[in-house]
């Protein structure tokens, strides 16, 4: 079974600083795609970013990028200059099927 | 096309009455999920539709879940019987593309559901 593991539950930054979100998966296939999602509070979950393990470089999306480690199944989210609007729930999310296998979340608090 | 539509947005029921929700996808998707989502926790996928076909479903849809897409257009889910266990988020997402692996679903912003 292919599992998404966030260990982190809450992480708090300051607004133009940088945090890192993380991110670890468990899969034996060798060609896939993982994202994450943010979903701000009573609002809908949208697509922040996308890597496919086939690519060796970084996904980046203006002030959001990723750290891939293939070999040790990490995938974590870097958010730079953060910003009030960055507060939300991340989740690291992994094909599973036809649908996303979602980890546990982690809840961003920007504070000013 | 303003995205993903549900409705309503919150629902109060009884023990034992049941619940329809309803799902409009982006217009051109032909693939639909449902997934719950209880607090503290990521979403959990229930079941998936590609245009009316019904082609996967999770062990958590118990026997009093049913979801139908008729026409491949709009998406309901009836829940029968309703449990305080069934108290949750029940979020619909859409998607259009050949490769399900690179899918970026759409969501809509879910019908909260409470069973008292």
């Known amino acids: 079974a292919q599992t998404v593991t966030q260990s982190q539950p809450e992480m708090s930054v300051q607004e133009a600083e940088t945090v890192t979100l993380s991110c670890t998966y468990d899969t034996s296939e060798s060609d896939y795609y993982l994202f994450w999602y943010k979903q701000p509070p009573s609002r809908q979950m949208i697509l922040v970013i996308r890597q496919e393990a086939y690519k060796q470089q970084n996904a980046t999306e203006n002030r959001f990028s990723v750290n891939f480690q293939k070999a040790a199944k990490s995938f974590s989210l870097k958010i730079s200059d953060s910003q009030l609007g960055d507060a939300a729930m991340y989740f690291c999310?992994?094909?599973?099927?036809?649908?996303?296998?979602f980890g546990k979340g982690t809840s961003l608090l920007v504070t000013p | 096309d303003t995205g993903v539509s549900q409705n309503p947005r919150h629902k109060i029921t009884k023990r034992g009455q049941n619940v329809t929700f309803r799902c409009d996808p982006i217009?051109?998707?032909?693939?639909l999920y449902w997934y719950r989502q209880t607090l503290g926790q990521g979403p959990e996928f229930l079941t998936y539709f590609q245009n009316e076909a019904q082609l996967e479903k999770s062990r958590l849809l118990s026997d009093r879940f049913s979801a139908e897409r008729p026409k491949g257009s709009f998406s309901t889910l009836e829940i029968q019987r309703t449990e305080q266990g069934d108290s949750a988020m029940y979020l619909c997402a859409s998607s259009l593309t050949a490769d399900y692996k690179n899918t970026e679903a759409f969501f809509g912003q879910g019908t909260r559901l409470t069973v008292v």
């Open positions: 999310a992994f094909p599973s099927g036809y649908a996303l296998n």
């Open positions: 217009s051109e998707h032909n693939r």
